[in-house]
């Protein structure tokens, strides 16, 4: 494994009706979703340590605390950047902001775990039985 502080990424996503409150059931409103905001965060921290992990091995989330400070309307690109801010053994965390073409709409802390892809799936798999 070769993740080290200082990792960052950013991705991007337009809000479309696919992504807003109503659609995904966490409001009635026709804004970008907090659970939309939440996944690209996530996605941006997988992207950051995308490079860095050995064959065989991926992440999971484990812990998100973001506040969404600002409503961002149809139409607009919502821009996540996350920087690698802790690496302690297999525990990754991230910070993590959000922007739309106004400003700040959404900050936070993410942390991920490494993982081994087949023993993680496995041990899934045997829930229950």
């Given at each position: 494994?070769?993740?080290?502080?200082?990792?960052?990424?950013?991705?991007?996503?337009?809000?479309?009706?696919?992504?807003?409150?109503?659609?995904?059931?966490?409001?009635?409103?026709?804004?970008?979703?907090?659970?939309?905001?939440?996944?690209?965060?996530?996605?941006?921290?997988?992207?950051?340590?995308?490079?860095?992990?050995?064959?065989?091995?991926?992440?999971?989330?484990t812990l998100?605390?973001?506040?969404?400070?600002?409503?961002?309307?149809?139409?607009?690109?919502?821009?996540?950047?996350?920087?690698?801010?802790?690496?302690?053994?297999?525990?990754?965390?991230?910070?993590?902001?959000?922007?739309?073409?106004?400003?700040l709409i959404?900050?936070?802390?993410?942390?991920?775990?490494?993982?081994?892809?087949?023993?993680?799936?496995?041990?899934?798999?045997?829930?229950?039985?």
């Amino acid at each position: 494994m070769d993740i080290k502080v200082g990792m960052t990424a950013t991705v991007q996503e337009t809000v479309t009706d696919k992504n807003t409150a109503e659609t995904v059931g966490s409001g009635s409103l026709k804004v970008f979703a907090t659970p939309a905001m939440v996944a690209l965060m996530e996605k941006a921290a997988c992207e950051a340590l995308s490079t860095g992990l050995d064959e065989g091995s991926t992440t999971v989330g484990t812990l998100v605390n973001v506040e969404h400070v600002s409503a961002t309307p149809l139409g607009m690109t919502v821009k996540v950047t996350v920087t690698v801010t802790e690496v302690e053994g297999r525990k990754i965390g991230f910070s993590v902001e959000a922007f739309d073409e106004v400003g700040l709409i959404g900050r936070g802390t993410h942390e991920r775990f490494v993982v081994f892809s087949e023993k993680f799936i496995a041990k899934t798999e045997s829930k229950g039985k």
